[in-house]
């Protein structure tokens, strides 16, 4: 993420220095645990299965909404243990 241009006085953009850059880049990462890390791409996964209906190969399945192809997204879903819902009656 890139820090807008800062105004001078007369509201003309100003060249922001690297430190400056640096700095703001810095205070806007969120540094997360490992678990942290794992239940936000568990929650992600999720969420994408109940989006696509349970769908995970194909157009409109979970992989193509997550931009990954569809044997990764079932080895991740395995190695996370989370199983498709049930789909029909």
Do not use: D
């Not at 006085?9 to 922001?16: D, E, F, H, Q, Y």
């Not at 995970?56 to 498709?84: D, F, M, Q």
């Amino acid at each position: 993420m890139v820090p807008k241009p800062e105004r001078g006085a007369r509201g003309v953009a100003t060249r922001t220095s690297p430190e400056r850059v640096l700095q703001t880049t810095e205070a806007a990462v969120a540094i997360e645990t490992e678990s942290e890390r794992r239940a936000r791409e568990r929650a992600n996964l999720v969420a994408a299965l109940e989006r696509s209906g349970g769908k995970v190969y194909g157009s409109g399945g979970a992989a193509e909404l997550l931009g990954v192809p569809s044997t990764t997204l079932a080895s991740r879903l395995r190695a996370l243990g989370i199983r498709r819902p049930r789909r029909g009656p």
